[in-house]
């Protein structure tokens, strides 16, 4: 009987360098899409899939983090002398239940393999998630939701795969693919991050998985692959050949890539458009500059 994943993983030590200065005193994970930060989203993704126990791989500087998650008695009572039930009820959607949330430190950045190998004790020999924040997934059901379901039926491992340009190829993992079923892909090898022309697909993992726990060990095992850092995906790999396999899955949803500066801007939008009561007023801005870009051409 395959057990379900009830356990998540966040990697949210690193600096946020591309963001600075805004990322000086503010941790990336915290920066918003219209009025919910990063990470709300990747938390609410998990909770849609079952996740009961959130475990926050940190480092020096995520204070803010860790307070944006816990209770805000002076805050709520306010709101409720003064009748706002709605703001209210949005506020405990950030609140996490006492011992639903644990925090460990990354002492350094050895990558997201070194990341999540951190979170072995927590772990112990369960299957879990990992959810980068970075990686924002519109979706009608979430991406992570849509994986749990699959997983049902495969167990093994899974990582969440999406189609990307021959040129792109250098910045994402890859799979080899040795058998297409359409949403599922059953794989046979992954490269990470190759040249330009020398991928094995086009099908690049993107920040969803749901891993056994024997990956851990792989971390443990193996040395740095790639930039010098742990490759999480050198550690999936390993698994290809065990009983239950590596998969693919090809979401349904937009991802946006938020830890680049365009893709954080191009979710801002689409977010925006996306809520009844900004649409009209963004869309009428947006119709407006792009009116005004060709007058100047």
């Not at 990697?11 to 503010?26: E, Y």
């Not at 899939?49 to 204070?63: L, Q, Y």
């Not at 709605?86 to 430190?105: D, F, P, Q, V």
């Not at 065990?242 to 946006?256: I, L, P, S």
């Amino acid at each position: 009987m395959k057990r379900k994943v009830t356990k998540a993983i966040f990697p949210v030590a690193g600096l946020g360098t591309r963001f600075l200065p805004a990322t000086k005193s503010v941790p990336k994970e915290i920066m918003t899409l219209v009025d919910r930060p990063l990470i709300q989203y990747a938390i609410d993704e998990a909770r849609a899939a079952g996740i009961k126990e959130f475990i926050f791989v940190t480092s020096r500087g995520k204070g803010a983090l860790e307070d944006y998650f816990d209770h805000a008695p002076q805050l709520e009572e306010e709101l409720r002398r003064k009748g706002k039930t709605k703001l209210l009820e949005t506020l405990e959607t950030t609140n996490m239940e006492s011992g639903a949330i644990a925090y460990i430190r990354q002492h350094r950045a050895l990558g997201l393999g070194h990341a999540v190998w951190c979170a072995r004790r927590l772990i112990g020999d369960e299957p879990f998630a990992v959810i980068l924040p970075d990686d924002v997934i519109a979706a009608d059901k979430p991406c992570l939701q849509q994986m749990a379901e699959a997983y049902e039926e495969t167990g093994g491992n899974m990582v969440a795969a999406m189609e990307v340009p021959a040129a792109k190829t250098s910045s994402y993992g890859m799979l080899d693919i040795s058998e297409d079923m359409g949403a599922m892909v059953r794989v046979k090898g992954m490269v990470e991050k190759p040249p330009a022309g020398e991928a094995p697909s086009n099908l690049a993992v993107i920040g969803r998985y749901i891993l056994s726990p024997s990956v851990l060990q792989n971390l443990h095992n193996i040395k740095s692959g790639a930039g010098g850092e742990i490759q999480l995906t050198d550690a999936i790999a390993r698994e290809i050949d065990n009983e239950n396999g590596v998969y693919g899955y090809r979401f349904a949803g937009q991802r946006f890539d938020c830890g680049s500066k365009s893709g954080f801007l191009q979710a801002t939008v689409a977010f925006g458009l996306a809520r009844d009561e900004l649409r009209d007023d963004l869309s009428a801005y947006l119709h407006d500059i792009v009116t005004m870009g060709k007058a100047a051409e």
